[in-house]
């Protein structure tokens, strides 16, 4: 069993940066890929960005390429994403999730665990 806490969201102005932190609650981080995955109101959850368990293989949704940054620390358990450039559209909560292997997978049916998720709203 795995528990994910995110912390990092808040209100942002159009333009500004944000970071995510995901901590993990197992002594085996490094043997899980982990994944950001966002819902806006309305509207189903969607892929951000993923990372495998050893940080070596990444991937982002279209939307967020090259302004967002997914990372992973292992001895400190955390997952991150840097959020640059940020726009109204933007704006839902975010969610980390992990999955033991090694691949970085863009389906969140692929996640069996989940933190609660944390707001970004972005002002425009």
């Known amino acids: 069993q795995v528990q994910l806490g995110e912390s990092g969201g808040g209100l942002v102005q159009a333009g500004g940066s944000l970071r995510l932190s995901c901590a993990a609650s197992?002594?085996?981080?490094?043997?899980?890929?982990m994944g950001w995955f966002r819902q806006a109101p309305g509207k189903e959850r969607e892929f951000v960005a993923a990372?495998?368990?050893?940080?070596?293989?990444?991937s982002y949704a279209d939307s967020v390429k090259g302004r967002f940054t997914i990372s992973r620390d292992n001895a400190r358990n955390t997952v991150y994403l840097q959020m640059n450039s940020l726009k109204p559209e933007d704006t839902a909560v975010y969610y980390c999730?992990?999955?033991?292997?090694?691949?970085?997978?863009?389906?969140?049916?692929?996640?069996?665990?989940w933190g609660q998720g944390t707001q970004v709203t972005v002002s425009s």
């Open positions: 999730a992990a999955r033991w292997g090694t691949i970085a997978i863009m389906s969140d049916t692929s996640y069996p665990y």
């Open positions: 197992t002594l085996t981080f490094s043997n899980y890929a």
């Open positions: 990372i495998s368990r050893s940080g070596g293989s990444i």
